[in-house]
């Protein structure tokens, strides 16, 4: 539920914290009751969500957790994507960071850019009806929520390292 533990004591990614468990709660009353128990639909209102509370601006030397990116309503990339990544969490939905670089069109000029990865399961009807195995019948995809890319990584972003995921959803 919570990931990188910063000097004062807080945390990037935090899906225990009182004001994510609020969003949490403010998410969820708005996804109809026939999808209430589905991941997919959760995330994509976190990443709705997140879109119309925070502005994009210069991030800290320390980057902002997720509970206080939501507070201030500003972030850059990796702020906005712990903010994300703590709503996500605190449904217990996997979620982590990538890093690398991000260009125009033209490649002419990289800057350095965070982004996330989440992982998604199918239907546990689907994966029995095709003969896969429940525990390996997810989709893991990128979500760029700063630029508005919903599962989707354009060509012009590199990534450079992934956070190795080690907490247990289960």
Known sequence: DKWFERLDGT?????????????KTTIEGGIPDSHSDNPYAYARAAFEFVQDQVT???????????????SNGVGDCDEQSN???????????????????????TYSVW????????????????????????STCYVEASVDVTNNMWLFKP???????????????T
């Open 11 to 23: 945390y990037a990614i935090d899906g225990n914290h009182a004001t994510i468990k609020s969003a």
């Open 56 to 70: 994009y601006g210069r991030g800290l030397a320390t980057p902002r957790s997720g509970p206080t990116c939501l």
């Open 83 to 105: 903010l994300w990544m703590s709503l996500l969490r605190a449904k217990k939905i996997p979620a982590w960071y990538e890093f690398g670089g991000l260009t125009s069109y």
């Open 111 to 134: 800057e350095p850019h965070g982004w996330s990865n989440v992982m998604l399961p199918y239907s546990s009807e689907w994966c029995e009806d095709n003969g896969i195995t429940l």
């Open 155 to 169: 060509p012009t972003a590199l990534g450079l390292w992934v956070e190795i995921e080690a907490v247990s959803y």
